[in-house]
């Protein structure tokens, strides 16, 4: 990121992103069942998560009804559509992997207008992630970060065996590999009966104390306004496993 401090970097943003600090309520959209059966029922306003806690609970929530089944598929009708379609206010950020088994708007059982949702291999983070990351936070007062690992992560795996057996990987395969060196390094260190899902695990840890500390994100932490959770998500069970920073 750019060296200049917390308020000059606000003031930017701000004058760039206006639209981003109108508030929003929210609407919870009915199942579908109960729409086909009442198609003039208007969706019931659901607060913003105003708070960390608050964010990391419904988050939590979600993902309970994501492992039983009991979905409720909230804001993923057209009234919500038209609703976020000239403003945003997500209650949280989340930086996930690539993989198509882990999409966090489905396992945390959110809707349109819910979530930031950056994506890279294995959660590798460099400065226009960072950035990425910051948008909520920094604009809109997005009170909570959740960095997301998971079980059976390609990327870390495929990182792992090229730092271990010193072979690079083809093109840009291989920022990634550079990325994740530090949580190879981490599970290397630690051992361990599975060096990779250890690895994964690392990833998620450094890189939610790297967002924490952020020059930028750190005094919104500070303060309570913000915070950061580090992740892991079973693929088997569909439960999502808090690592550290639980508000």
Known sequence: MDTAGPPRRRA???????????????????????SAASTSAKPTPTPRPTTPAAAFARLREGNQRWVSGDLHHPDRD????????????????????IDSRVPPELLFDTGLGDLYVMRTGGEAIGPVVTGSVEYGPMTSGTPLVVVLGHQRCGAVEAAYKSLREGKPLPGNLQAIVEALRPAYAQAAKAGGADPVDAMARAQVTLTANGLRANQDLAPLVGKGALGVVGAYYSLDTGTVEVLSGAP
């Open 12 to 34: 930017l943003l701000a004058g760039l992103f206006a639209g981003a600090t109108v508030g929003l309520p929210g609407c919870t959209s009915t199942s579908a069942a109960t």
């Open 78 to 97: 057209p009234t919500r559509r038209e609703l976020v379609a000239q403003t945003q206010e997500p209650f949280a950020a989340v930086l996930a992997c």
